[in-house]
């Protein structure tokens, strides 16, 4: 007889996201589905990856996402590998209800996240005066939730106690998750790899984006630098260029007196005497004459006059003498006419008191 064996079922694998606000107890929920319960938890920054034991046909790896609201922006990174969703709820925090309301909206807008199996955890129900699960439901909007092919929201308490028994629920609420992931598991993996895909495609963009805008970035800052290193070495070649024009103008100076110290010499033993600094006068003006103008009735003295002189011992007397003209003085410019006048009656005088000696000898002979 021979036995038969039968091989073990391998397992499905499953990728569970799960999120919530920032102390809403997410951690500990995953701690406590772990079988590791801690007294204290620090916030989740960023995201840890755990991989859930205990569930019999499926390989549960679970990415516990931080709450913060810097954090979930990053949420979009992780949807599009998830065939599931937890939704973490603080029941006790009614003042930040509003605030799950929005991330719930945010749910439903995005792509990689509506249409796939949620499962809401409502919290921290050991706390007097929580919110009840109807509560919870109606304001945060599950009923309007669009997209979703299922949704269920349970009553919890995530115990942080080592020696506390773990909320069975915890466990009930995951199992369900799974069964609803197993129900629609084809067309959730045909999601998931189409989801990836576009995923990478647009992070292969937007790293692309990233690099030209540093490309463009470090062009527009060597460009800047190779300005600056212009503009501070254009400043001697200006001043090069004006020493070199300084230099050029003073040797331009330095030869032009050469030249005129050159032609001066020249023009002396020529005999060239420079021009005479004098004022140009019109056409109508007449230059003041040095003779002295006559009245009409005025007759010229002559030049030569008779008078009977000794010349030497013997006697004799020289038959005629030439006295030396007499030169009026020059008339001044602003009386020029009554000078005048008065030059011609002097000389007239003159001339008659020459002529009375020349005739009369005794007056010559006393005179001698």
Not at 301 to 329: F, H, L
Request: contains cysteine; hydrophobic residues 35%.
């Amino acid at each position: 007889m021979g036995g038969c064996s039968s091989k073990p079922q391998e397992k499905r694998k499953v990728t569970v996201v799960l999120v919530g606000l920032d102390n809403a107890g997410k951690s500990t929920v995953v701690n406590d589905l772990r079988g590791e319960a801690f007294e204290e938890t620090a916030p989740t920054v960023g995201f840890n990856q755990q991989r859930l034991e205990g569930f019999e046909k499926h390989d549960v790896s679970l990415f516990d996402l931080g709450g913060s609201a810097g954090i979930r922006g990053y949420w979009d990174n992780y949807f599009p590998d998830a065939h599931g969703i937890i939704l973490v709820v603080d029941s006790s925090d009614e003042a930040r209800i509003n605030e799950v309301a929005e991330t719930v909206r945010m749910l439903g807008s995005k792509s990689t996240a509506k249409g796939k199996p949620l499962i809401v955890l409502a919290n921290k129900q050991d706390v007097p005066g929580v919110l009840s699960c109807e509560q919870i439901a109606d304001k945060i909007g599950l009923a309007q939730l669009e997209g979703h092919t299922v949704f269920s929201i349970k009553p919890c308490t995530a115990l942080t106690k080592k020696d506390a028994s773990v909320d069975p629920v915890l466990k009930t609420s995951v199992s369900w998750l799974l069964n609803e992931i197993d129900l629609h598991f084809a067309t959730l993996s045909e999601r998931v790899e189409s989801d990836k895909a576009v995923y990478r495609a647009e992070q292969k963009l937007i790293k692309m984006e990233r690099i030209a805008r540093v490309k463009a970035r470090k062009e527009a800052e060597e460009a800047e630098k190779q300005k600056n290193s212009a503009e501070s070495a254009s400043p001697p070649a200006a001043a090069d260029t004006e020493h070199n024009l300084t230099d050029q103008v003073l040797a331009s100076k330095k030869s032009a007196e050469a030249l005129k110290s050159q032609q001066q010499p020249a023009a002396a033993e020529e005999g060239d005497s420079p021009l005479p600094n004098t004022i140009p006068t019109r056409e109508d003006d007449t230059p003041p004459s040095n003779t002295i103008p006559l009245r009409q009735d005025d007759t010229p003295p002559s030049k030569n006059y008779q008078t009977k002189q000794p010349s030497d011992d013997t006697g004799a007397v020289s038959s005629s003498i030439t006295p030396k003209p007499v030169s009026p003085p020059p008339p001044h410019p602003s009386i020029f006419t009554p000078l005048s006048d008065l030059a011609t009656t002097a000389t007239r005088l003159s001339i008659n008191r020459h002529c009375r000696r020349a005739n009369n000898p005794l007056a010559t002979a006393q005179a001698a």
